[in-house]
């Protein structure tokens, strides 16, 4: 079982570019997360989904975007990266949509430096 | 506003110690959901227990342990006999009430286990 799969696992990207960072999960959740974590603050929720069609602001959406057409993908969007976007970011999910009950099942995550 | 507090930033045992982490919380709410999960130095995030604010009852899982007081906001992570496999970030977080099914995540305590 593969639960939830993010791509790239790590990428170097200039300043002022784009990219947009994958994430697949195959256990049907309704819910779907986007953090980033960063030294000494924990996880911070950028985005998230309750159900396909779809999205919210988390804790810290600026200069991030997100879609979920679909039940299991949920893409992450910089428009145009800057260094202080560097971190880890993690894709999560939740079984049901509003479930305060759930734990979170986490991605493998993705390294982002922003040079 | 709900809060997550992890005052040790790091701790560093020696094997078959015990060690104890802190996880203070903050919340207006009298429904609501704690959470620990763990973060070993393979960097994916893993979900250890849920307890709900209604149920105080202390749980014990091998060498874990959870002690949950509402009357001190606290929820504090027991591990005995700490082995090596033990090193790794853990996280507490905070999940209802108010915040709904956004998770609100500590900082993190990362331990070191010495063998």
């Known amino acids: 079982t593969a639960g939830i799969t993010q791509a790239p696992t790590s990428q170097i990207l200039a300043a002022g570019r784009s990219m947009t960072l994958r994430c697949t999960q195959d256990?049907?959740?309704?819910?779907m997360y986007w953090y980033r974590q960063d030294l000494g603050l924990g996880l911070r929720l950028i985005h998230y989904?309750?159900?396909?069609?779809?999205?919210g602001k988390g804790e810290v959406p600026d200069g991030y975007s997100v879609s979920r057409a679909n039940t299991d993908d949920f893409p992450l969007t910089l428009a145009s990266a800057v260094p202080s976007q560097t971190s880890v970011y993690f894709c999560?999910?939740?079984?049901?949509?509003?479930?305060?009950?759930?734990?979170?099942?986490f991605g493998p995550g993705t390294r982002l430096t922003v040079l | 506003a709900q809060k997550v507090t992890q005052a040790q930033t790091e701790i560093s045992v020696v094997e078959k110690e015990d060690v104890t982490l802190d996880c203070v919380y903050e919340?207006?709410?009298?429904?609501?959901?704690l959470f620990w999960y763990k973060q070993p130095p393979s960097g994916e995030l893993v979900f250890l227990i849920r307890?709900?604010?209604?149920?105080?009852q202390n749980e014990i899982s091998g060498r874990y342990s959870w002690n949950f007081q509402k009357s001190t906001s606290s929820f504090n992570f027991t591990i005995t006999a700490s082995q090596v496999v033990d090193s790794a970030v853990y996280f507490c977080?905070?999940?209802?009430?108010?915040?709904?099914?956004?998770?609100?995540f500590g900082a993190g305590t990362r331990l070191f286990v010495k063998a």
């Open positions: 307890r709900n604010s209604f149920d105080e």
């Open positions: 989904s309750n159900t396909a069609g779809t999205t």
């Open positions: 919340t207006r709410d009298t429904t609501y959901y």
């Open positions: 977080a905070l999940q209802g009430g108010t915040g709904g099914f956004k998770t609100i």
């Open positions: 999560a999910s939740t079984p049901t949509s509003g479930g305060a009950t759930d734990e979170q099942f």
């Open positions: 256990m049907r959740h309704n819910a």
